[in-house]
């Protein structure tokens, strides 16, 4: 059975840092691409960041050079460090793998940015 599991969430002042974590398992990690997306209330998820099985990544434009993703295979963890966060940034934020249709997500973290 797959499991993705979002750990590092909160509130956090404009401008701070967060560290999000998602430890997979069910899966070989080491081989798969790994996503982070967000949902904030009222909005559709939109992708935030990936990273390939081979450590090439992708961010979207309004995080790129504020997030930065990464990986840890011999943990199955893949992370998410947000830096100088924004109030917009505020959104649950989820892990994904997979192609459709053999997706996979965790629950999800709150990240709640006050200005």
């Known amino acids: 059975q797959v499991q993705l599991v979002e750990s590092g969430g909160g509130l956090v002042q404009a401008g701070g840092s967060l560290r999000l974590s998602c430890a997979g398992s069910?899966?070989?990690?080491?081989?798969?691409?790994m996503d982070w997306y967000r949902q904030a209330p009222g909005k559709q998820r939109e992708l935030v960041a990936g990273i390939t099985s081979g450590g090439s990544t992708n961010y979207a434009g309004s995080v790129k050079g504020r997030f930065t993703i990464s990986r840890d295979n011999a943990r199955n963890t893949v992370f998410l460090q947000m830096n100088s966060l924004k109030p917009e940034d505020t959104a649950v934020y989820y892990c994904?793998?997979?192609?459709?249709?053999?997706?996979?997500w965790g629950q999800g973290t709150q990240v709640t940015v006050s200005s």
């Open positions: 069910g899966i070989i990690f080491s081989i798969r691409a």
């Open positions: 994904h793998t997979g192609v459709y249709p053999y997706t996979y």
